[in-house]
């Protein structure tokens, strides 16, 4: 299963984020010495059940890396819209492609289990 992550909200000055992202994504935000993406593509690359990894939001310069296949698209500038990119991108890579996992850059807590047991219980 591909995996589809949206990381293109940029904080705006009068939120509280604003301070941390430097006016960048909110997925290059540190958490912990890393990219708050990174902690989810990490999780992801680890995952049993994730095959291609689909960043919106960010391009390679970002620096973010991936151990499965990662493609960078830009920010769509709405979330269904970088959703459906998402997901037409998936169709290109495997045009059999019957379902998709999204993924927020902002949970940086998320570990490869996790990841297996949603696919493995959604899939049921």
């Not at 269904?80 to 990119?85: F, K, M, P, Q, S």
């Not at 045009?95 to 940086?108: A, E, G």
């Amino acid at each position: 299963m591909d995996a589809i992550v949206l990381a293109g909200g940029i904080p705006q000055p009068d939120e509280p984020l604003y301070a941390y992202s430097n006016g960048d994504s909110k997925a290059l935000i540190d958490v912990a010495g890393k990219p708050m993406i990174q902690w989810v593509l990490d999780a992801l690359g680890d995952s049993q059940r994730v095959g291609n990894v689909i960043v919106i939001g960010l391009s390679p310069k970002s620096g973010v890396t991936c151990k499965k296949p990662v493609y960078f698209l830009s920010n769509q500038g709405r979330m269904l819209a970088n959703i459906v990119t998402g997901v037409n991108k998936a169709l290109e890579l495997d045009k059999k492609t019957k379902y998709v996992l999204v993924v927020s850059s902002d949970i940086p807590a998320l570990k490869p289990e996790m990841v297996d047991w949603l696919v493995d219980t959604c899939m049921e």
